[in-house]
């Protein structure tokens, strides 16, 4: 049986790993608490996914998985992209960084497009390494509301969601058309064909 190591320590991801890669017949494994945490100093987010994948691989010797995610933003040249957790500060809260966010925004005229993008990387013992996105369209919205969630799901509105925030949809709708859960469908697809 296949094994793969998460990179992920976030334990709401982890769940949603296991179960589709459970269901492909791979034993997961949690991240080793030994194996230091990787500074994501990639300008993408292939980049730090692979950068993060690829040392658990070398740490561990199993095959490792990691994913990465940021907001773009197309009125501000697609900011804040890559340092989405980091945008109002390193530390910065998730409440801090919605406000810089429609602080910046301030002005801009609706629809102020933007997507999520989910990268997911699994890097292999022998080197090689396969990458899947999943990516969710939509628009960020005058002031925040909802209270699911978490980061950005208060301003996010996805397209055809009737002027709902993610915030104000249950975790199943959420998912149903997420970026990190279309990254999940397609790498189960990835794997499957492997
Ligand atoms: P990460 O790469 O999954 O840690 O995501 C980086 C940052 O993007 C997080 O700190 C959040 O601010 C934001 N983010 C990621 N996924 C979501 C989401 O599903 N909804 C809202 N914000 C998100």
Do not use: Q
């Amino acid at each position: 049986m296949t094994t793969f190591v998460l990179a992920t320590a976030n334990p709401h991801k982890k769940v949603e790993m296991e179960s589709v890669l459970s269901a492909l017949n791979i034993n997961v494994l949690p991240r080793p608490s030994d194996v230091p945490d990787v500074d994501e100093t990639e300008d993408t987010l292939e980049g730090n996914a692979l950068l993060k994948a690829r040392a658990l691989a070398d740490a561990t010797g199993h095959a490792a998985v990691a994913d990465d995610t940021g907001l773009f933003v197309d009125a501000l040249d697609g900011a804040p992209g890559v340092i989405s957790a980091r945008y109002a500060g390193v530390g910065a809260s998730d409440e801090e960084n919605v406000v810089k966010l429609l602080s910046m925004l301030s002005g801009v005229a609706a629809p102020r497009t933007a997507r999520f993008r989910t990268v997911i990387c699994v890097a292999y013992p022998d080197g090689t390494s396969l990458s899947v996105e999943g990516v969710m369209e939509g628009s960020i919205g005058a002031e925040a509301k909802g209270s699911n969630g978490f980061g950005y799901d208060p301003v996010f509105l996805p397209s055809h969601a009737g002027g709902k925030t993610l915030a104000e949809m249950t975790l199943e709708e959420k998912n149903a058309t997420s970026h990190r859960g279309n990254a999940l469908r397609s790498l189960a697809e990835a794997l499957e064909k492997r």
